[in-house]
């Protein structure tokens, strides 16, 4: 401990090699995870015990240098904020494995990544990228060459290989369950992230809610940030105008702004479903345990993350992929927020 405190020079593989007894090849093999048919045990055990009294680090900038790429992985995503997320990268890393190492590149709540941004990292010389909910512009500013793989693009597929959720699918059971249950006038409060993702989760709920008789009026659409007290405001300030226009249901671009409308609307003394019926996009673990649960449209976010890093690194080792382009499906789960 008084040496590794007193020490100032950086420590290098020589010097593990000459504490152990073997070539700086083999402290390489060992420190790589390389040793399968190459090194004995015994060197094994003797280069991993001056590691750790050393505390030896491999140089990963300069092995990069020397390979032309990192084993790094950039996964850029827009207001990771969202708890939906968590579970993306939960598949993401699962994918990769060990291999590789996940650097995320977000934003602040409600922002899109700029292109200027990751391009600055870049200089890390990725093994490959992850993009999630992009926008065509992004993607065209961006002109990345190497491995890519898109997360929840619809509409995208032509930039790159992508994995997409059939969100439109849900959206459509939606509006039938609320239309089945009598509503007749709805209220929509969306993201301002602006992502095609939510485009079209909106676009296809409110093209079949017109198709069930449902009617969904401009006044009684607002967008939040990702944020329960953000959507639990706009709540409050709209709810008085859309109680007074008979509005029965109001259906939310994620599960965390269904939680804010939850919220404010026990403040308020309105009663879920009895008064007024909620749901939302996501399904998060929350809920299915709320008070009441939340009626949501269910998107795989870990089958999503694992699919992307499958292909990513199918790409990064040289593969050639089967399906470049997949969709997973989308369902509804009937809670008890609308009854």
């Given at each position: 401990m008084h ?5 100032t020079?950086r420590?290098t ?19 790589n995870?390389?040793t399968?048919?190459?090194?004995s045990?015994?060197?094994i055990?003797?280069v ?8 030896y680090?491999?140089?990963?900038i300069?092995?990069s240098?020397?390979?032309g790429?990192?084993s ?7 207001d990771?904020?969202?708890p ?5 990268i939960?598949g ?9 190492q996940?650097?995320l590149s977000?934003t602040?709540?409600?922002e ?6 990751v391009?600055k990292l870049?200089?890390l010389?990725p ?14 500013d961006?002109s990345?060459?190497g491995?890519l ?13 992508s ?5 439109a699918?849900?959206a459509r ?7 089945a249950?009598?509503h ?5 409060v ?7 993702t ?10 079949e809610?017109n ?7 401009d ?5 939040t940030?990702?944020d ?6 706009a ?5 008085p105008?859309w109680q ?6 109001v259906?939310c671009g ?6 804010g409308?939850l919220q404010?609307?026990?403040?308020a003394g309105v009663r879920?479903?009895e008064?007024l019926?909620v749901?939302?996009f996501d399904?998060?673990?929350?809920s299915a ?15 999503l993350g694992?699919k992307a890093?499958?292909?990513?690194r199918g790409?990064?080792?040289?593969r ?6 997949l969709t997973?499906e989308s369902?509804l789960?009937v809670?008890?927020?609308?009854g």
């Amino acid at each position: 401990m008084h040496r590794a405190l007193g020490r100032t020079q950086r420590v290098t593989a020589a010097m593990v090699a000459s504490l152990a007894g073997v070539s700086t090849a083999t402290v390489s093999l060992v420190a790589n995870g390389k040793t399968q048919g190459r090194v004995s045990e015994d060197n094994i055990s003797r280069v991993r015990q001056a590691i750790a009294e050393l505390g030896y680090v491999v140089d990963g900038i300069g092995s990069s240098l020397a390979k032309g790429v990192s084993s790094i992985v950039i996964l850029v995503a827009p207001d990771i904020s969202n708890p939906f997320f968590a579970k993306v990268i939960a598949g993401v890393r699962e994918s990769l494995g060990s291999e590789y190492q996940l650097l995320l590149s977000v934003t602040d709540a409600g922002e899109f990544p700029r292109a200027e941004d990751v391009r600055k990292l870049l200089a890390l010389r990725p093994a490959g990228l992850l993009v999630d909910a992009p926008n065509a512009s992004f993607l065209e500013d961006l002109s990345v060459a190497g491995p890519l793989v898109l997360l929840d693009a619809p509409g995208l597929e032509a930039y790159a290989p992508s994995v997409n959720l059939d969100v439109a699918h849900g959206a459509r059971e939606l509006a039938a369950h609320l239309a089945a249950s009598g509503h007749k006038r709805v209220a929509y409060v969306d993201s301002v992230t602006g992502t095609a993702t939510f485009e079209v989760r909106r676009a296809a709920f409110l093209d079949e809610a017109n198709s069930c008789g449902i009617s969904v009026a401009d006044a009684h659409i607002i967008s939040t940030t990702i944020d329960v007290g953000a959507a639990a405001a706009a709540f409050a300030a709209a709810w008085p105008d859309w109680q007074r226009a008979g509005v029965t249901a109001v259906v939310c671009g994620t599960d965390t702004h269904a939680y804010g409308v939850l919220q404010e609307a026990r403040v308020a003394g309105v009663r879920i479903p009895e008064e007024l019926a909620v749901a939302g996009f996501d399904d998060l673990p929350y809920s299915a345990t709320s008070n009441p649960s939340l009626t949501s449209v269910h998107l795989p976010a870990t089958p999503l993350g694992l699919k992307a890093g499958e292909q990513l690194r199918g790409l990064m080792e040289g593969r050639e992929l089967e399906q470049p382009q997949l969709t997973l499906e989308s369902s509804l789960v009937v809670r008890g927020s609308t009854g």
